[in-house]
């Protein structure tokens, strides 16, 4: 039976902060006054409980029970609560679920652990293998192997000390010999680079700084989440975002759970979604933070056949070095193979170790005598081949982990017999060969090591590896095929408004590897691709210095993307590019030569001279980036869902990769670019920081974006639950150009796409727009009114969006 859906207290919009040290509560409450003229209803805040001191982003959790000290603490928080209703403002938190800080100085619970062994109360909090590594918890904190630092470890008191490391002392071991004193604890600290390999306690992803909590479990639950229940239950919050419930051991009953003890509050999930998967419908939420509403809005403003153009120009520029042709799902495959053999490989040791467990004790024939290997073969060539994050119980597994795949995944093996393997591994996570506590343990590690391993597959290594396109590696989007038809949008509405109509829309948020504007620019790269290869042709003629041609292009459109920018943030978040990708450099093993001439080439050529050249031609393209930007930003904000803005995205928004995307930003005293019109002086740049607005275009984005958000505050029934979205389609030669839509025959929106495009072939030419019987005023310019069928040329007048608003009936049969 499918959960009634939550209904409390729908946001009609919501405002992203980036809580830190440096923005505190108060610096929060100072902004909401601003805030609140915008036109959003909430404020969406980033985790409020305690973290890792000094934390600029609030993941790490280390306490669930205390609102975070460096913030204000419970009364800073309850004080900006009090200021955001006296503005008629709510809150809306993000919570963290999957896991903690592995920081036993901070994390009182885990220092118990480490202190007592599984023994301890809080042993039952975290996941941990304790029959691993001889029962001992790895912590992957030495610099080296332990006997070349055995002199930096000192006992200190009850507590082992490894410079700003501390870890407490198992009772009665203080006065052993250093060596025997390590081998007594309950926890063994080691090179880090045993991580990769060797840890038995479960990470997000394949950090090793944050630990797994079993939240599964109701005691955990109900520990990890008294705090902020309370406070939604005391008014404080109004709502809330989970992140990555895909790391969990069972999204549906936590889903479910946390439902029930919110009373029904208005919650969203961070879950990327696939191209074609959709949310499970039985999970009680409001829907997704909305990752896949940014892919479909982006993919409106992709030229298809200049993509695929632009695509072959790539693999020339960058050949040999476009990871094997530059083909995106082969990308995706060998990337997954290379997580899984290094990132991941302590994960699949132990999924490993719990399948072959499965098959020794097993009852049926079929399932003995699988050896280890097979078994790892086999996991890794299904895993490998899932096209989603992970399967749900709610959700037909079948479907996830398909016998397509299992059909490839047998070829890996050279014996036919052997390749059984794999029909025993699928039976074992379809859940075909038996129900008991072990056989769910299995299902629930495959599914969250399936979620760690497309994360860090897709989103953290494909995406810089295949960048033809960079605005389309975006997360939830779909790089090989990043563009979209109006009539495929149209019906990706139709369906969110008929199945999700709360759910969370965004184009910017904290974790966006570019901002929507940068997006919007790169978007018309796919109108202009072979103007684009000329000017890489002229900047890269003495480019024999750049380190390789697939980094080069990334370059050249990262700075297209993003505008004049200090070389620092371009060198940064170019040095971030090429670790992820992995295939010169990494994280965990930097080749200085490499990442020096990257930077020198980021210096003298992007950010040199020849970077001129590439600003020269984006500011000839700046009419029609504006266009992409205001289309972006009208059609978020008008779509079925409730829209989600990220700090200073209200302006001209331009940002890179975090930390790039997550510094402070000031906000202007309450009334400061408050307009009421569209014009190219309106809205006064205002927002500093990651992504300062300009006069011009931020300024007119600015006015959009308070005349979209003021009508959806004024007509919340427009948009709401019980509203109707219907496509408005327009006629003539350039109709394809014009993106429009009527919610509940109230409010009309219309966009410009491919505006280039438009302009090559000669404009709009007497392409109209029939509207929908009645008069109907511009929202963004007043005085303005149209009814019947208008010349699209005429309304785009100045601006190529528009947002109009019926203001009443014509007579009948004059529309």
């Given amino acids: 039976m499918t959960p009634e859906r939550p209904d409390p207290t729908v946001p009609t919009a919501t405002y992203r902060l980036q809580l830190q040290p440096d923005f505190p509560f108060s610096a929060a409450a100072a902004a909401v006054p601003y805030l609140a003229s915008l036109g959003v209803s909430h404020l969406h805040l980033s985790p409020v409980l305690e973290a890792v001191p000094g934390s600029r982003h609030g993941y790490d959790i280390v306490d669930h029970a205390r609102v975070r000290g460096e913030l204000g603490g419970e009364e800073g928080l309850r004080a900006l609560a009090r200021t955001a209703r006296e503005h008629g403002l709510g809150l809306v938190a993000d919570i963290v679920p999957n896991h903690m800080a592995m920081s036993p100085r901070h994390n009182r619970a885990l220092w118990e652990v480490l202190r007592e062994g599984p023994k301890s109360p809080y042993a039952r909090w975290f996941d941990i293998d304790w029959e691993a590594q001889g029962g001992q918890v790895l912590l992957p904190v030495l610099g080296a192997p332990v006997g070349e630092v055995l002199d930096d470890l000192r006992v200190d008191g009850d507590v082992l000390r490894y410079h700003d490391h501390a870890f407490p002392l198992r009772d009665g071991t203080g006065d052993l010999p250093l060596p025997q004193l390590l081998d007594a604890q309950w926890y063994r600290p080691v090179?880090?680079?045993?991580?990769?390999?060797?840890?038995?306690?479960?990470?997000?992803f394949s950090i090793s700084e944050l630990i797994g909590v079993r939240v599964e479990d109701p005691e955990v639950f109900e520990a990890t989440h008294a705090t902020v229940l309370r406070l939604l239950h005391e008014g404080v919050l109004d709502g809330l975002r989970v992140d990555h419930p895909d790391g969990l051991a069972d999204p549906d009953t936590y889903l479910r759970r946390l439902h029930e003890a919110s009373g029904g509050r208005w919650t969203v999930v961070e879950k990327i979604l696939a191209d074609g998967e959709r949310l499970p419908a039985a999970?009680?939420?409001?829907?997704t933070t909305g990752y896949d509403a940014l892919r479909h809005v982006d993919a409106l403003f992709v030229d298809p056949a200049g993509y695929g153009e632009l695509l072959g120009r790539y693999r020339a520029f960058a050949a040999p070095q476009t990871d094997r042709g530059g083909d995106w799902a082969a990308t995706v495959r060998r990337a997954a193979h290379k997580v899984l053999s290094f990132?991941?490989?302590?994960e699949m040791d132990r999924l490993t170790r719990v399948?072959?467990?499965l098959c020794v004790a097993s009852p049926e024939p079929a399932l003995r005598d699988r050896a280890p290997w097979a078994l790892r073969t086999a996991l890794r060539e299904l895993l490998v081949r899932l096209e989603v994050y992970r399967p749900y119980a709610s959700v037909d597994a079948a479907s996830v982990v398909t016998e397509e795949a299992a059909a490839e995944a047998r070829l890996a093996f050279p014996v036919r017999e052997e390749g059984g393997a794999v029909d025993v591994v699928r039976d074992l996570?379809?859940?075909?060969s038996g129900d008991g506590p072990e056989h769910v343990e299995f299902r629930n590690r495959f599914a969250q090591t399936a979620s760690a391993l497309r994360a860090k597959s897709v989103e953290d290594t494909a995406f810089y590896r295949y960048v033809p396109l960079l605005s389309a590696t975006e997360v939830g989007g779909n790089p090989g095929g990043p563009a979209l038809s109006p009539d495929e949008f149209h019906a990706y509405c139709a369906r969110v408004q008929r199945d999700w109509p709360a759910t969370g829309t965004v184009v910017s948020t904290h974790d966006t590897k570019r901002s929507a504007d940068v997006r919007a620019a790169l978007a018309v790269l796919t109108e202009c691709p072979e103007r684009w290869a000329d000017v890489l042709t002229e900047v890269t003629r003495s480019g024999d210095d750049m380190p390789d041609a697939q980094l080069a292009w990334a370059a050249w459109q990262t700075v297209f993307g993003l505008g004049s920018a200090a070389g620092e943030r371009v060198r940064e978040a170019l040095l971030k590019h090429v670790r992820e990708a992995g295939m010169y450099t990494s994280w965990t093993e930097q080749e200085p030569a490499y990442?020096?001439?990257?930077?020198r080439f980021v210096a003298e050529g992007p950010c040199g001279t020849p970077g001129e050249r590439v600003a020269a031609f984006r500011e000839a393209l700046e009419p029609h980036i504006r266009a992409n930007v205001l289309g972006t930003a009208l059609t978020h904000l008008t779509m079925p869902g409730v829209p989600d803005l990220y700090q200073g995205t209200e302006g001209e928004y331009l940002a890179l990769v975090d930390p790039d995307n997550r510094r402070p930003v000031r906000f202007p005293p309450a009334g400061d670019g408050e307009t009421g019109a569209v014009s190219n002086a309106g809205g006064a740049g205002a927002i500093a920081g990651a992504g300062a607005t300009s006069a011009g275009a931020g300024g007119t984005k600015e006015a959009v974006t308070r005349?979209?958000?003021g009508l959806r505050r004024r007509r919340p029934e427009v948009f709401g639950d019980a509203a109707t979205y219907e496509?408005?389609?327009?006629?003539?030669?350039?109709a394809a150009h014009c993106l429009a839509f009527v919610r509940s025959g109230e409010v009309v929106t219309a966009v410009t796409r491919l505006s280039l495009r438009l302009a090559e072939a000669g404009g709009w030419r007497g392409t109209t727009l029939p509207l929908p019987p009645g008069r109907w005023a511009d929202a963004l310019a007043p005085g303005r009114e149209f009814t019947g069928q208008v010349p699209v040329e005429e309304l785009f007048t100045g601006v190529p969006v528009a947002l109009l608003e019926r203001v009443g009936a014509t007579e009948e049969g004059t529309d």
């Fill in 343 to 346: 990132e991941l490989a302590t």
């Fill in 595 to 599: 990442e020096d001439a990257v930077a």
């Fill in 283 to 287: 999970w009680p939420v409001a829907g």
């Fill in 191 to 204: 090179w880090w680079r045993l991580a990769r390999t060797e840890l038995n306690y479960r990470r997000f």
């Fill in 355 to 357: 399948a072959h467990r």
């Fill in 429 to 432: 996570v379809l859940g075909r």
């Fill in 727 to 734: 496509p408005l389609a327009a006629q003539g030669p350039a």
């Fill in 707 to 709: 005349g979209a958000l």
